[in-house]
């Protein structure tokens, strides 16, 4: 289990986004105006808060929850 449930991992962005690479995810992430954090390694995490701010990033049909 995670340690904090409103984090939202690189695994779960890619799985969600159907990316298999970190580059087009930041791309789409960056085009969408979600805000994310980068952490050891270059790794990308963020919230449901960020995602589910941004009404565009739904309207790609994926849902955050």
């Not at 289990?1 to 970190?22: G, I, S």
Request: charged share 25%; with cysteine.
């Amino acid at each position: 289990m995670k340690e904090n449930p409103n984090l939202v991992t690189e695994e779960e962005l890619l799985a969600w986004t159907h990316f298999r690479t970190r580059a087009p995810l930041i791309r789409w992430l960056d085009q969408q105006g979600i805000e994310y954090h980068r952490g050891a390694g270059g790794r990308v995490c963020t919230t449901l808060q960020a995602l589910n701010s941004r009404g565009s990033a739904n309207d790609d049909g994926l849902e955050f929850a």
